[in-house]
Structures are given as structure tokens and as C-alpha cells.
């Protein structure tokens, strides 16, 4: 497939962030070597999925043009962010992809009304050309998320319950018409009765405007609910991706085996499996400082060669799974030992 | 015996401000009993009172937090302590801490940042029990950290340094320091990761078999009650909508909108249709009139309006509050 057929694609992106003094300190790399990318003409909903600290946020970050990436290229729409320099066609970037955020009451200053900034958008990105056009504007997307201009106008942040202001962050999102929305966390701030508002709300973007969705997240539970791929970070990789069913269904590397078990399930009777030890990282530089498979410290399958090379990405049927024991060198080293 | 047992708390929120006066009722007519030997799990959305009624038990009143009616007694073994007119040193000598810790959310601000862990053991220990030997102070502390599976070199360094598990597990073993008969345990996992978060509590159910104390577990995550607690509450607005055993609360809930939680909850590997709740929660300075639920239930009655609905008893240790239950087994 030529990059032109891709709406974002994700070439081998690297990020390296330098911490401690101007002499000495240690490199970080955030995100490593990382590959995917987003169809043009299927729009779906893509997750990252990892713990705190896998470098999803950076990446995400990325693909939002707030950082350039140290080795590598995204693309979107065949065109390489980093030649966009001026300001105008930075804009026109903008609108095609846009963010939603964590917090909805960090979205939103409380000193200002929500619809301003709805106002705002819709004028600046040159939606409507003055203020009466604007408001039907922001009205059609008020009323993509289940809202309307008439509930949203003239009110503060605090005067809109949680899944409102939510909901309204997504109207903003959707003001420019963007082709792909960027969710960081989008409901690990909103409460369990509105939480699956957010996510059908999500589901029905996809749907029926045809808007692919990147959902940040470490809740595989809604994860698996609303996504159609999902790729599993850890400091800085992705170590598996593909079809979400596929993956958390059948997980092939051991630490998204670790993520699903550890998802507590809603229903008292797992508890025994649950209860079972598990180890946790001490400190995360440790991890990230780690040669060879940043898993190999909690790994109950950890083989020598995990410590001393980075694992390939190996294709497994529909996905691909960065780890040693889906290799030739596993299956020849320990031929019958497999499960 | 019971551990601890309220009856009939209201606790609210008075503001006085240029003449007007404005109560926020977070917490309205309360009992519940605590037992020795349990993980209570407490659950709700956020400002249903959950954090008012931490705050309130573990004696950390103060305006605009006023008690208007109600009792909170303790029951120690042999030595009881009513909150209403324990005085502030007795509480700092021999009740917090000594009987009753607490954990926070965010272990980050517990844990002084420019301080090594061991020397905030040190203040924390000092406050309640002067340290007279330092060698053996340092020893003992070594030896609670071990045994709750943390590595020495824990103590040795900086918050800064440690993972967010690791934090919250230090801010965990620090509350434990006494061995407290009741740790209050408020969100202790809702900043961290799935992995992390299982290590978490793991490391509190394991505290608490060892030494067969209380746990008061508030989270709004249902799916982590389903695998900690031992008896659920479910809060509403201010109100507790029902109470039960874990089992029962999952399998066999009666209140509207404990069916409604657990419904909603997603699962892995199932993906039917989830629906939300329609409307917003209650605002607390002007709760609705009779249920408080009334506005949103799907099963709403006339009689759900006019008129508070009383907690009855199911069966056993199943308590509801709800008028639809009341109907039938009339």
C-alpha cells in the first residue's frame, strides 16, 4: 500500500529526551522506534493502551505536531509533519486532527463560558465567517455529542455536570471537521455512570461521521468495548499490536498477558486468580535503562537472549508481538518447552 | 462486637457569606456498622459524601463541616472512644494512627519530597510515640518494610525516586506502622495503572489478613470491590442506597441504581450495548425531594417523590434503601 492510501502513518518514529545536567545526565528514550498507521478510507478507532510512563502521552504528542520526533517520520495524509513550518498551513493541519483531553475542567477555564470557546474555534479556524453563522456551526456539532447550543450557552464549567463538559470538549474537537480525533484519558476523569456515555459517544462518531479516533487510555475493559485495533506500550515500545480481539482475547506476549489479568473483572468470582503475586517495577528508570527487553525484570518467561538484545517484531497471523519467544531462535533453542 | 457503628450521622457543609447561608448536604442519615476482621468497601460517584465520611469518622471535623446530628462509636478492645467529644490530644496520643490510619489518593503529597522515606517514618512515628532509640527505631522500621514485601533500599531514598506503585505501597506501610485496628483507605488506586494497581492491593488485602484489622475501602471502580471487599456499600447522594455482601451485591443487587452500576460495568471479552444513566447527579445544597434518586431512576413511583424511602433489611446483613422493595414484599 503507497502512503498515499494512509490517513496517519507512523514510520519507525524515535524520541530521546535528555534529563539531569548540561554535563552528563542520561538519555531517555520515550518512544521507540514505533510503527502503525490509520487507513484513509476506514475510519476506526485505534487504541494505545499501557502502563503510566510507556510513552503514550509523547507519542501522542507526535502525532499532534507538539514534538518532532528525533529519528523518524509521521505522515499525514502522505505529507510529512515536519515540513510543516508556516504558520497557515499549520492550521490546516489542525483542523484535520484534533485532541481530546483528560481533565474536562482543565479543558475549560472556570472564568469563562463554555460556549466562548466554542465561538472561538469555530471563528479561528474560519468555520463561519462571523459570530450568527458560527453559532449554527457549533450548534450541528453541540448536537453530534447530544447537546445543544441552548444547554451550553451562557454557562460556566462547573455549571455542566462532568460527562457535559466532557461531551462539550468533544463538540469542540469536532467544530473543524477533523478526520481524525487524538482522545488522551478521556474518561479516567468522569465518573462510572457517564463513563460509557463518553465511549458511545465515541463509537458513533466513528459511525456515523467517519471520524478515525486515536483512544489513549490504560482501561482495557472500555478499550475492548470501542476499538477495532490496539496497540500495547511498554516504556517506550509497543510490544504487540493488531485486531483488539485477537489481542485480548488471545494475548502472545507476557506482559499484555500480565495487563489482562490484571484488570480486575466486575464479578466476585475471580477473585482467587486475582489475588495471585505478581512483582511491579521498583523505579521506572530502572526499566527504561533496561538493554534488551524492557519486560525481562517481570517476565516469568524470561529467557538469557531477553537481556541482551532488543526482540524483533515477529508477525504472528494478524498481529505482531515483539518478543523472543515467537522467533525462530525460541523455537529452535527450546523446541517442545513451548505451550 | 462491632468495631465501629454509626447511627443516624448528618454531617454538613454550613457557608455563611454576606447573609446568605447555604448547606450542602453530604452526608444525611447514616448508620452502618463496621466489623474487626473485614474489607468494607464503600462505593459511589464523585461528591456522593464518600471523602465527608472519611473525613468525619477518622474525627477530621472542621467548618464549614459541622455534624448536626448522629453518633460515631469506637470500640477498641476495651477502650472506647466516641468522635464527637474525643478531645485533640487524646485523638493524637492514642487514637490516629495508634488505632485508626488513613490512606490517600495522591501518596505523592503524604510523602515529603526533599525528605528520605525513612526520615518521614521517623516524623510520622515521633509524632505519636517520642523515638528514644534510633538504632532501634531503624531496625524495627526495616523490619515493617520487609515484611510487606518492600525492599530495604525503599527507605533510603526520595519520593522522587520510586515508581507511583511504590509510593502508594510506602504511604500504605507508613499507615500500618501501629498495626491500627481500622485503616480508611480513601481511592488508594484511582491515580494508577491496571498492574500497578493489583500489586497495590495485593499488598493491603495481605496487611489486613496478617493482622485481621478493618479495612474501610473507598473507590468508585466497582470491578476492584468485586475482588477486595468483603461487604459493599453503595452511596447516593449523600444517602447509602444499599448495603450487602460482595456476592450479593454483584448477583442479586435490588436498588435501581446499584443495577444500573453493575450493568454498565465493561468487560473484556463481552461487548454488548452499555447505556448510561440519564440526567446528572444531585447538586447536595438542593438535593430532590423524597428519593434522591428519583430523578433518574427508570423505575421512579409517585410515592418516590413525596417521600423518603427507609432503609430495610432484605435479609441477613442485606440492607436497601428503596420503596420498590418495600412494594413487593409487602
Known sequence: MSAADKLLDVQHVTVEFHIGGIVGGSLLVAVNDISFSLDEDRPEIFTLAGESGSGKTTLSRLILHDLDPTRGKVLFEGRDLATIKKRSEFKEFMKKVQPVFQNPFETFSPLRKVDAYLFDTALNFGMAPDRRAAAEVVDDALRNVGLSLEEVSNRYPHELSGGQTQRASVARALISQPRLILADEPVSMVDASLRMEIVNLFRELRDKQKVSIIYITHDLATAYYISDRIGIMLRGYIVESGPVDDILDRPFHPYTKLLIESVPEPAPKERESWAKHISLGTTEAKEYGRVGCKFAGRCPQVMDICREADPPDVQVDRRLVKCYLYTEHARQASPGEQK | ?330
Open chain 2, 1 to 330: 462486637m462491632a468495631l465501629l457503628s454509626v447511627k443516624n450521622l448528618c454531617a454538613y457543609y454550613q457557608f455563611e457569606m454576606y447573609g446568605i447561608s447555604r448547606t450542602v448536604r453530604a452526608i444525611d442519615g447514616v448508620s452502618f456498622e463496621l466489623y474487626p476482621n473485614e474489607i468494607y468497601g464503600v462505593a459511589g460517584e464523585s461528591s456522593c459524601g464518600k471523602t465527608t465520611l472519611i473525613k468525619v469518622i477518622s474525627g477530621n471535623i472542621k467548618p464549614p463541616l459541622k455534624i448536626n446530628s448522629g453518633s460515631i462509636d469506637y470500640q477498641f478492645g476495651s477502650y472506647n472512644v466516641d468522635m464527637l467529644t474525643v478531645s485533640k490530644e487524646e485523638m493524637r496520643r492514642n487514637v490516629r494512627w495508634k488505632q485508626i490510619s488513613y490512606v490517600m489518593q495522591g501518596s505523592m503529597s503524604v510523602l515529603n519530597p526533599v525528605r528520605k522515606i525513612i526520615k518521614t517514618f521517623e516524623d510520622i512515628v515521633d509524632t505519636h510515640e517520642p523515638i528514644k532509640d534510633k538504632k532501634k527505631f531503624l531496625q524495627e522500621a526495616t523490619a515493617h518494610v520487609n515484611r510487606l514485601g518492600l525492599p530495604t533500599e525503599v527507605l533510603n531514598s526520595y519520593p522522587h525516586q520510586l515508581s507511583g506503585g511504590m509510593r502508594q505501597r510506602v504511604a500504605i506501610a507508613l499507615a500500618t506502622v501501629f498495626q491500627p485496628r481500622l485503616i480508611l483507605a480513601d481511592e488508594p488506586t484511582t491515580a494508577l495503572d491496571v498492574v500497578v494497581q493489583r500489586g497495590v492491593l495485593q499488598m493491603l488485602k495481605d496487611i489486613q489478613a496478617m493482622s485481621s484489622n478493618t479495612v474501610l475501602l473507598v473507590t468508585h471502580d466497582m470491578a476492584v470491590h468485586a475482588n477486595v471487599a468483603n461487604r459493599v456499600m453503595i452511596m447516593y447522594a449523600g444517602r447509602i442506597a444499599e448495603e450487602a455482601p460482595t456476592e450479593i451485591i454483584f448477583n442479586a443487587p435490588l436498588h435501581p441504581y446499584t443495577q444500573h452500576l453493575i450493568r454498565s460495568l465493561p468487560m473484556i471479552g463481552e461487548r454488548s450495548n452499555k447505556a448510561s444513566l440519564r440526567g446528572t447527579p444531585p447538586n447536595l445544597a438542593n438535593p430532590p425531594s423524597g428519593c434522591r434518586f428519583h430523578e433518574r431512576c427508570p423505575d421512579v413511583m409517585d410515592i418516590c417523590r413525596t417521600e423518603v424511602p427507609e432503609m430495610a433489611t432484605v435479609r441477613g446483613q442485606h440492607r436497601v434503601a428503596c420503596h420498590l422493595v418495600k412494594e413487593s414484599s409487602l
